[in-house]
């Protein structure tokens, strides 16, 4: 060291720690070493390197071992006190370190030596203070504060050493006028602080000095390996760079994300833990009486409170950020303006202490030095902006999660009549979940724009002012009269938007039935008429959607063309208004990146006002969903009122305390041991009252003890109703027996499922006692755990235990078959087995895919009626619960599937486990079964007692019943049972999964291929998720036609060209300004223009590029719009005519819903956004381009730089491209299951609520929304992540290009308007490039749509050309109705087996002809023949002497009649389902109506034949449903008509009535009936018997019965 301080006299150092000059002062200690400057920079340097000396080994050496000890998830444990303030404080050192460096090169730039003193220390200071929090860093994390004690030590002495060099320059009267003196005493405040921020740790940690150090636990999420999402925990850098993110996003491309991959929430952005506080504030509000706020005020005041502070936050970062954005234009101006400086001196700076000395303002004078503050403004800049950003989001989405809870739990409390009678639709509640709750989230995202926008525009117009004085204001007043245009196309375009949005779920509910009924429409050869109503919808919706892409091209122009505009004004005028005009490069470039500025609050300002008034309205709509009706409240007090005695409500907390009396586990334990033993303990008294009531007592002698003893339910004097009209249920009088079979009989419509709701406390209670007993055996399982009471709350006592219900309409989850049947029970595989066997299921497993793990539900796999009914009742056997209410099971099941399922699930599994089973049925055959019947009609009870009672009371309604039975006796042919396997419904289900396995999708196999494990697979499959779908672009873009491609290449390319040209031209233009200058100075012209120098040609052609421009700004945005509009429309057209000529086939191997997705999100996204993508994509992408193209022009040296910056760019996107494709994948499908959940909810409420299972759908809403959150959150993150890094790309290209441009300028005379010039295009890059990787990112998500679409695009259709042509056949073909069927062989498919082996059959005209066989003989197929539905690949069906296969499609199906096992009914009106081609006359209808016994049932609808059908017929009953489909057939007059099983849903009398009436209306043509009940083909012409897809028997039935061995005798035994 101290030979450093004395260099011999004749050294000529160029380099010296205190510089070499021989007359220095610097060496000179005559008043004490502390007085020379020198030496108090060099006492400086000594804490620094005691702690790099220090810290080194520890970091290196001390590691390894340390952390093995502590097992902690991912070492983001931050637990030391002040460790937030701690990393803010070494950041602000380390900028004021910079700054140090900075003053000392400057101000050393004066003396001809180097002087290392001025920054040497300062440098050692800056990679002290990095250390020192990298030491901080790892000792935090491992956890170990001992080693703390080298740190402290270092702030004492480095606090020291800056006191004393603070004290020594205040004496010598240095002042704040000097730099160094400020950033000195700045380094004393935060050593000092720093100083403090240690001791804290101590105090805290009392890890010395202290006798027992404090213990700390890591919080709960960090101690959970499940928990990946580490924003919260980690330090502030790692937050503001999302650097724990690296490893994630990098990872991504070895392995695809999915939920496993992003593990858990952390507790505190859980749904539940949100919906806890959402919930806190609601209540709050509520609480002071009368002041309380109403409607929607209330839910604004809670969410305020719940959810205000994270985002006041967020807009102070966003209020930081804009500041921090004007110091971009500032610095531009100081660099060009100190370089234009035609005089380079400067003055001499102060000596003082024998050092250089140099005042702040001379300090920011330096070109160099803007460069860098330049630098560090952006990359705080960015940071901030990036932090708002985030914020934001996370609180809108935990606000999200938070609502939908809310609004979930709602539903659990819904009163089912609100649903029935349509005020709250499915669709309703699912557009709150899906829209309303993300508008509010949206809405927290755009936020802190309301604030920050104001503050920007006026800080933006301030500087402006300052810059170009009053012409400014003129510029900033043509964006000002632009806004409110803007505004109104942004309000234009959120209306086109949803007329667009009305016309495409029209178009959508359209289709929906057009798929759904897709079967129907081929056979009846309507498919036409209602793809012409399809498109005729479509077209509406494309005139809405031109609208809508007007408006978009209108709002892209504007946002392109008004900074064109405002500079053109601003420029114009400023030249006229003052005659010296001074235009420097400075103030040109500086205001022109300060319009730019300008510009984007104002664009972003119509979207937030949008999505302001879009907020209004969703909380609008939400405060009414949360203030409809709700189902127990009410009831719950009129029954106290009208329940007279106080038995009752005993009754009801015996029930409750019975079912907490034993805690779930050890009662179905007890219940599995020893299940008869108990139930025989538990209820002596009624068997003996079985004893005698068998010997015909009468009521009136029983006790009454007995009688409450053994009634389960009792309504007495009942009436209910489901809306406020008359009562649907009046004077209802019944009782139900423990343990007993109850059926409820009655004809189609006379409230027997009402009564079952009644009784579940679902219908409105007008008056009346609904007494439900508590259960005599206390095995009830104790479903009332804490939780369930908790969520009940609200002082509800429950007043019945649960109830397993299997409603008529059959409900699935969209769960595996097994979750469906054991519904959240634990799985008992020998009762299992029995269920699925009582419901004869097994062979239905067998054919699925996966067995019984096979999805089912909306989204699975689409099983039919009856083998969804037999799940559904496999689920209310499956339960454990005393009560069982089966509505109508029997409906969808064949004859040998009823019986079974009567025998073995309802007779057999029930009765054995004395389980109370109440059953609704039309089969009068098991009334014998029956230990209580309860007879309706006409919605009130008819009679009821046990079949015996109704004899002898009632006995012309017995007769009517023995008539209808069919069946005196109860004689079960078991063989016949026994053989009852598989049925029509497994054949199709076979079909469809044979087929499966022939075509599956390409997305499947592509999942497929990613779940082997196959390396080089994984790889290449890694590979293809990689690069950019460039195929689905190509073929995008070749729908548009060549013309319009080329139109938008050339418009694009154009209109950036022009864009750099007007740039260019103003450079130009303002070099000259100064060479003008320059020169004007050197001839003494008092004004420039006196010496030749005119603006008004420069100005024009300013003026023609910047008009050329805006209309070029208007052709791109027109040419991109109108392309998409056009593939849009092209695209639509061709797979709706695919799909619509597609074969059955498609429809049966492909799930609807998948086909329906094409309709709905895929051309959802054609439509509307992919268009504006492409554009954003192409803007940013060309402007990027030209940026650097205009930088390297400037600065040929740049190129260099950009190569590194380049390879950065590029890494960056492709990891983060397939990141966020995933991601977005997850989030997209998250949302599904969360969404069908809500809907599915809504569907199964009563049965939910019936089984009191609302606490474990809860749960289960809490775990899909919390996966929806975290995906979402993630991807929120990954965009934070690309966008941190790509502006810090852009912080360095604009740092390189600033400093590359200075020196250019600086040494080889660049003119300084090239400067600017390039300066300002640096600032556009940083601007850009995020928003070229985002776009290229969700332009890839959305070209999957194309490519999802173009795959359906490939289905061949069926052939629907014949031979000959519609002429050629004979115009009432066919009269006769004679069919000849000659070795006829037909297959599904070509890959498939036959399912007809060469049959033969003569069918002469007007015979009536009935098939009959096992379910999967081949009698469907055999009338699917006649339509040329499946594939006749041997032998012909000829009818009148025309062989069908040589008819065009269209005009055989359109001249036979069928009716389909299914019911099939569109939305519309009843004319319009009878006769869609509007051929019939009014009478011709009456007529098919009065054949169908529909008569009475239309002339009573408001508008007869004009009435309206809601969608799937809903508003009728199944049964009536059959019947108009059996109308439609007889409008129809054709002379064949075929019954396909088409009486299966309705009760005997009716069918009988219909049996008859078609044998006269039907009389002189060929009837062939595929028989469901055997009898109904008794009095056939002929019959024929099928098995396995051959002809077994063929002859009269008395033919046939005659043989006792004949199959057929045996059939018809067995339907006795």
């Known amino acids: 060291m101290i030979s450093r301080y004395k260099p011999s006299p004749g050294s000529t150092m160029s380099l010296a720690f205190c510089g070499n000059e021989n007359n220095s002062v610097a060496y000179n200690v005559d008043g004490g070493v502390l007085n020379n400057g020198c030496f108090l920079d060099a006492l400086n340097v000594v804490p620094h390197v005691f702690l790099l000396f220090i810290t080194f080994p520890i970091?290196?050496?001390?590691?390894?071992?340390?952390?093995?000890?502590?097992?902690?998830?991912h070492s983001t444990w931050l637990h030391f006190p002040g460790h937030n303030l701690r990393w803010l404080l070494t950041f602000v050192l380390l900028f004021i370190l910079v700054c140090e460096i900075a003053e000392g090169i400057v101000s050393d730039g004066f003396s001809q030596s180097l002087h290392l003193h001025l920054y040497m220390p300062a440098g050692l200071a800056f990679m002290a203070g990095i250390t020192s929090i990298i030491y901080y860093h790892n000792i935090e994390t491992s956890n170990f504060p001992k080693l703390l004690l080298a740190l402290l030590i270092y702030w004492v002495l480095a606090f020291i050493m800056k006191t004393i060099k603070f004290a020594k320059y205040t004496e010598h009267g240095i002042g704040p006028r000097q730099l160094r003196y400020c950033i000195t005493g700045l380094l004393v405040l935060l050593y000092g602080l720093l100083l403090a921020v240690e001791i804290n740790v101590i105090l805290g940690r009392r890890y010395m000095c202290f006798a027992d150090p404090t213990e700390v636990k890591p919080p709960e999420d960090l101690q959970d390996l499940g928990v990946r999402f580490l924003q919260p925990f980690v330090n502030l850098l790692s937050k503001a760079t999302y650097w724990w993110m690296n490893t994630f996003i990098t990872s991504a491309h070895r392995r695809p994300i999915d939920l496993k991959v992003i593990g858990k929430l952390p507790i505190a952005m859980r749904a539940l833990t949100n919906y806890m506080k959402l919930r806190k504030a609601f209540e709050e509000q509520k609480k002071p009486q009368g002041t309380a706020p109403q409607g929607p005020k209330l839910i604004w005041q809670a969410l305020r409170k719940a959810f205000g502070r994270p985002l006041i936050l967020s807009i102070t970062f966003r209020f930081l950020a804009d500041l921090l954005g004007f110091a971009g234009p500032l610095c531009i101006s100081g660099i060009v303006h100190h370089i234009s400086k035609d005089n380079r001196t400067i003055q001499q700076p102060m000596t003082l202490l024998g050092i250089y000395f140099i005042s702040s303002k001379?300090?920011?004078?330096?070109?160099?030095?803007?460069?860098?503050?330049?630098?560090?403004?952006?990359?705080?800049?960015?940071?901030?902006?990036?932090?708002?950003?985030?914020?934001?989001?996370?609180?809108?989405?935990?606000?999200?999660?938070?609502?939908?809870?809310?609004?979930?739990?709602?539903?659990?409390?819904?009163?089912?009549?609100?649903?029935?009678m349509g005020e709250l639709t499915v669709a309703q509640i699912c557009n709150l979940v899906a829209i309303d709750t993300n508008q509010l989230m949206w809405f927290f995202f755009l936020c802190p724009n309301l604030w920050a926008m104001p503050v920007q525009i006026i800080v933006g117009v301030i500087l402006l002012y300052y810059l170009l004085g009053i012409s400014a204001l003129i510029g900033a007043t043509v964006i000002a009269v632009l806004a409110p245009v803007q505004y109104f196309v942004a309000?234009?375009?959120?209306?086109?938007?949803?007329?667009?949005?009305?016309?495409?779920?029209?178009?959508?509910?359209?289709?929906?039935?057009?798929?759904?009924?897709?079967?129907?429409?081929?056979?009846?050869?309507?498919?036409?008429?209602?793809?012409?109503?399809?498109?005729?919808?479509?077209?509406?919706?494309?005139?809405?959607?031109?609208?809508?892409?007007?408006?978009?091209?209108?709002?892209?122009?504007?946002?392109?063309?008004?900074?064109?505009?405002?500079?053109?004004?601003?420029?114009?005028?400023?030249?006229?208004?003052?005659?010296?005009?001074?235009?420097?490069?400075?103030?040109?470039?500086?205001?022109?990146?300060?319009?730019?500025?300008?510009?984007?609050?104002?664009?972003?300002?119509?979207?937030?006002v949008r999505s302001t008034v879009k907020a209004l309205v969703s909380v609008q709509k939400l405060s009414e969903f949360f203030s409809s009706d709700e189902i127990g409240d009410e009831q719950e007090t009129r029954a106290m009122l009208t329940s007279g005695s106080s038995n009752h409500n005993q009754n009801r907390y015996q029930a409750v305390s019975s079912s907490k009396a034993f805690p779930s586990s050890s009662s179905s334990l007890s219940r599995h041991l020893q299940p008869l033993k108990v139930v025989n303990r538990k209820r002596p008294p009624r068997d003996d009252w079985n004893n005698y009531s068998l010997q015909g007592d009468h009521e009136g002698d029983r006790p009454s003890h007995d009688m409450d003893q053994d009634i389960c339910i009792k309504i007495t004097s009942g009436y209910f109703t489901w809306t406020d009209g008359p009562?649907?249920?009046?004077?209802?009088?019944?009782?139900?027996?423990?343990?007993?079979?109850?059926?409820?009989?009655?004809?189609?419509?006379?409230?027997?499922?009402?009564?079952?709701?009644?009784?579940?406390?679902?219908m409105q209670r007008v008056s009346g006692t609904v007494t439900w007993n508590s259960f005599p055996n206390l095995e009830s399982e104790g479903d009332e755990s804490p939780t369930d009471r908790d969520a009940a709350g609200d002082g509800d006592i429950r007043k019945r235990g649960a109830v397993a219900y299997a409603s008529q309409k059959p409900w699935l989850l969209n769960a595996t078959l097994v979750e469906n049947i054991t519904f959240e029970m634990p799985m008992i595989k020998p009762r299992y087995k029995a269920v699925i066997e009582a419901c004869s299921l097994q062979p239905d497993i067998d054919i699925l895919p996966q067995g019984d793990q096979t999805e089912v539900g909306e989204r699975g796999i689409i099983l039919s009626g009856g083998q969804k009914q037999r799940i559904s009742v496999a689920r209310a056997l499956y339960q454990q619960t005393n009560l069982v209410f089966l509505d109508d099971p029997f409906s969808a099941l064949d004859i040998h599937l009823s019986d079974h399922l009567m025998q073995d699930g309802i007779l057999k599994l029930l009765r054995e486990e004395k389980r109370t089973v109440v059953l609704v049925t039309h089969k009068l055959q098991y009334l014998p079964h029956a230990d209580w019947i309860i007879a309706m009609k006409d919605g009130t009870i008819q009679t009821e007692g046990t079949l015996k009672d109704i004899q002898n009371s009632e006995p012309e309604l017995f007769e009517q019943w023995k008539t209808l039975m069919h069946r005196q006796d109860q004689e079960f042919e078991k063989e016949t049972v026994a053989a009852s396997m598989t049925d029509l419904e497994r054949k199709n289900l076979r079909r469809a999964m044979y087929s499966r396995e022939a075509i599956r999708t390409e997305e499947d196999e592509e999942e497929e291929s990613l779940e082997s494990d196959d390396d080089d697979n994984l790889s290449q499959v890694m590979r293809q998720r990689a690069t950019i779908p460039w195929r689905s672009c190509g073929t995008y873009l070749s729908s548009a036609g060549l013309l319009l491609l080329t139109l938008l290449l050339l418009s694009q390319l154009l209109k950036h060209s022009l864009m750099v040209a007007i740039d260019y031209w103003l450079a130009h233009w303002t070099s000259h300004v100064i060479a003008a200058k320059i020169e004007a100075t050197?001839?003494?012209?008092?004004?420039?223009?006196?010496?030749?120098?005119?603006?008004?040609?420069?100005?024009?052609?300013?003026?023609?590029?910047?008009?050329?421009?805006?209309?070029?700004?208007?052709?791109?945005?027109?040419?991109?719009?109108?392309?998409?509009?056009?593939?849009?429309?092209?695209?639509?057209?061709?797979?709706?005519?695919?799909?619509?000529?597609?074969?059955?086939?498609?429809?049966?191997?492909?799930?609807?819903?998948?086909?329906?997705?094409?309709?709905?999100?895929?051309?959802?996204?054609?439509?509307?956004?992919?268009?504006?993508?492409?554009?954003?994509?192409?803007?940013?992408?060309?402007?990027?381009?030209?940026?650097?193209?205009?930088?390297?022009?400037?600065?040929?040296?740049?190129?260099?730089?950009?190569?590194?910056?380049?390879?950065?760019?590029?890494?960056?996107?492709?990891?983060?491209?397939?990141?966020?494709?995933?991601?977005?994948?997850?989030?997209?499908?998250?949302?599904?299951?969360?969404?069908?959940?809500?809907?599915?909810?809504?569907?199964?409420?009563?049965?939910?609520?019936?089984?009191?299972?609302?606490?474990?759908?809860?749960?289960?809403?809490?775990?899909?929304?919390?996966?929806?959150?975290?995906?979402?959150?993630?991807?929120?993150?990954?965009?934070?992540?690309?966008?941190?890094?790509?502006?810090?790309?852009?912080?360095?290209?604009?740092?390189?290009?600033?400093?590359?441009?200075?020196?250019?300028?600086?040494?080889?005379?660049?003119?300084?308007?090239?400067?600017?010039?390039?300066?300002?295009?640096?600032?556009?890059?940083?601007?850009?490039?995020?928003?070229?990787?985002?776009?290229?990112?969700?332009?890839?998500?959305?070209?999957?749509?194309?490519?999802?679409?173009?795959?359906?695009?490939?289905?061949?259709?069926?052939?629907?050309?014949?031979?000959?042509?519609?002429?050629?056949?004979?115009?009432?073909?066919?009269?006769?109705?004679?069919?000849?069927?000659?070795?006829?062989s037909v297959r599904y498919d070509a890959t498939l087996k036959p399912v007809l082996k060469n049959v033969n059959a003569h069918i002469n005209p007007g015979q009536k002809v009935g098939i009959c066989g096992r379910t999967g003989s081949g009698k469907s197929s055999f009338s699917l023949a006649f339509f040329r539905m499946v594939d006749m690949f041997e032998g012909r069906i000829v009818i009148d002497d025309i062989d069908i296969a040589k008819l065009p499609l269209q005009t055989l199906r359109s001249r036979l009649s069928i009716i389909l096992q299914d019911p099939i009914l569109f939305s519309g009106t009843i004319r319009f389902n009878l006769d869609p081609e509007m051929k019939a006359t009014d009478q011709m209808l009456w007529e098919a109506l009065d054949i169908a016994q529909l008569k009475p049932v239309v002339k009573s609808l408001p508008g007869g034949l004009d009435a309206t059908v809601t969608e799937g017929g809903e508003n009728f009953s199944q049964g009536q449903r059959q019947l108009f489909c059996l109308a439609r057939a007889f409008v129809r007059k054709s002379s064949i008509l075929i019954m396909d099983e088409a009486t299966a849903s309705i009760d005997m009398a009716t069918e009988s009535i219909l049996q008859k009436v078609v044998m006269t209306a039907f009389a002189d043509r060929t009837v062939v009936t595929i028989a469901h009940r055997v009898h109904t083909i008794l009095n056939a012409d002929l019959v024929i018997v099928m098995k396995r897809g051959i002809i077994l028997e063929y002859d009269r039935p008395e033919a046939l019965l005659d043989k006792e061995d004949s199959v057929f005798t045996s059939f018809v035994r067995a339907d006795k």
Not at 365 to 371: C, K, R, S, T
Not at 399 to 417: E, F
Not at 1245 to 1252: K, N, Q, V, Y
Request: glycine letters at 4%.
């Open 59 to 73: 970091l290196f050496i001390g590691w390894g071992s340390q952390s093995s000890k502590v097992h902690i998830h």
């Open 362 to 420: 001379e300090f920011l004078e330096n070109a160099y030095v803007l460069a860098v503050l330049l630098f560090f403004a952006l990359l705080l800049q960015r940071t901030f902006l990036q932090a708002s950003y985030y914020v934001a989001i996370e609180t809108g989405i935990n606000l999200r999660g938070a609502i939908q809870t809310k609004i979930y739990n709602k539903i659990m409390r819904l009163c089912t009549s609100n649903m029935s």
């Open 491 to 608: 309000t234009k375009l959120s209306q086109t938007q949803k007329s667009t949005l009305e016309y495409s779920s029209e178009r959508l509910k359209k289709t929906n039935e057009l798929l759904r009924g897709i079967k129907l429409l081929k056979l009846y050869a309507w498919e036409h008429i209602f793809c012409d109503s399809v498109e005729e919808t479509r077209g509406k919706e494309l005139t809405s959607l031109q609208a809508f892409a007007l408006y978009t091209s209108i709002s892209i122009f504007m946002n392109a063309a008004i900074p064109i505009a405002a500079v053109l004004t601003t420029f114009v005028v400023h030249v006229h208004i003052s005659e010296d005009a001074d235009l420097s490069p400075a103030v040109a470039f500086a205001s022109l990146s300060l319009f730019h500025i300008l510009v984007t609050p104002l664009f972003l300002l119509s979207s937030v």
């Open 727 to 762: 009562p649907t249920l009046s004077n209802v009088d019944i009782k139900i027996p423990f343990g007993k079979l109850t059926m409820i009989v009655g004809q189609v419509g006379c409230g027997k499922s009402s009564l079952l709701l009644a009784t579940l406390g679902e």
């Open 1082 to 1384: 050197a001839r003494n012209c008092s004004v420039v223009q006196d010496c030749g120098f005119s603006h008004s040609w420069y100005l024009s052609v300013f003026s023609v590029l910047c008009c050329l421009g805006i209309v070029l700004c208007l052709a791109t945005s027109v040419a991109v719009e109108w392309t998409g509009l056009k593939v849009a429309k092209e695209l639509h057209h061709s797979l709706l005519n695919k799909i619509i000529l597609a074969p059955m086939r498609l429809f049966e191997t492909t799930p609807l819903g998948s086909i329906l997705n094409r309709f709905s999100t895929d051309t959802n996204t054609i439509d509307q956004h992919i268009p504006t993508t492409l554009e954003c994509l192409a803007r940013s992408t060309l402007l990027c381009v030209s940026a650097l193209g205009v930088i390297s022009y400037v600065t040929p040296v740049f190129l260099i730089a950009l190569l590194p910056l380049a390879v950065a760019c590029y890494f960056i996107q492709k990891y983060f491209r397939v990141a966020s494709r995933d991601l977005q994948q997850l989030e997209d499908s998250t949302q599904l299951p969360l969404l069908s959940h809500f809907s599915e909810t809504v569907e199964g409420l009563t049965t939910i609520r019936a089984l009191r299972y609302e606490p474990r759908f809860r749960q289960r809403l809490l775990q899909f929304t919390d996966a929806n959150n975290i995906a979402s959150l993630f991807l929120t993150a990954a965009n934070r992540w690309l966008e941190v890094r790509m502006e810090y790309v852009g912080a360095c290209v604009v740092l390189v290009a600033a400093v590359a441009s200075i020196t250019n300028s600086l040494y080889n005379q660049l003119s300084t308007g090239l400067v600017g010039l390039g300066l300002t295009y640096a600032l556009m890059v940083s601007n850009y490039m995020n928003w070229m990787v985002r776009n290229l990112a969700d332009m890839e998500v959305q070209l999957g749509s194309v490519k999802r679409i173009n795959g359906l695009l490939k289905t061949e259709p069926e052939n629907y050309e014949g031979l000959l042509t519609v002429s050629q056949v004979p115009d009432g073909w066919p009269r006769q109705g004679e069919i000849k069927i000659q070795n006829l």
